[in-house]
């Protein structure tokens, strides 16, 4: 959907047209899989935004996902740690800082394929710790 959004600045208000994804049902089912297998929400929104894209502003995510932009920034900074994030900056008009672009480095198979093997590390530590368990209980 093709939108104006006002954004304020020091000299006034000025806009811009944007295009923003919103969020379908598939989306949303996409964004609770993450978070079920122990995703941070804020995580698992921003991976949901940017999965089918090329790439946006870090404002634009934070408009699209209802996020605010300390949240939008902790999660790309996890993004960053595992490597699953480019990112680049382009010239605001005026004197603002710098506008932040990012994009998802990895692709959706290796985040997934990544949170499998999160769990399958944290199903092994389970298993160890109730096999543990059965034999102090017997001994």
């Not at 946006?56 to 996902?65: G, L, Y």
């Not at 994030?85 to 998802?104: N, Q, V």
């Not at 769990?119 to 298993?127: G, L, P, Q, V, Y």
Request: glycine share 6%; aromatic share 4%.
């Amino acid at each position: 959907m093709g939108g104006q959004i006002w954004t304020g600045e020091n000299r006034g208000s000025i806009i811009r047209e944007v295009t923003i994804k919103v969020a379908d049902k598939k989306d949303l089912e996409f964004m609770l899989g993450l978070e079920s297998l122990g995703m941070k929400r804020t995580v698992a929104c921003v991976i949901t935004f940017l999965k089918d894209l090329k790439e946006k502003s870090s404002r634009d995510i934070e408009v699209a996902t209802g996020l605010r932009q300390p949240e939008v920034s902790i999660a790309m900074q996890t993004l960053r740690e595992r490597n699953w994030l480019t990112e680049h900056e382009i010239k605001s008009s005026g004197k603002g800082r710098p506008l932040k672009i990012y994009a998802l480095r990895a692709n959706i198979d290796e985040i997934i394929n990544y949170c499998e093997a999160e769990k399958s590390r944290e199903s092994a530590r389970i298993s160890e710790a109730i096999q543990r368990l059965k034999e102090l209980s017997s001994a």
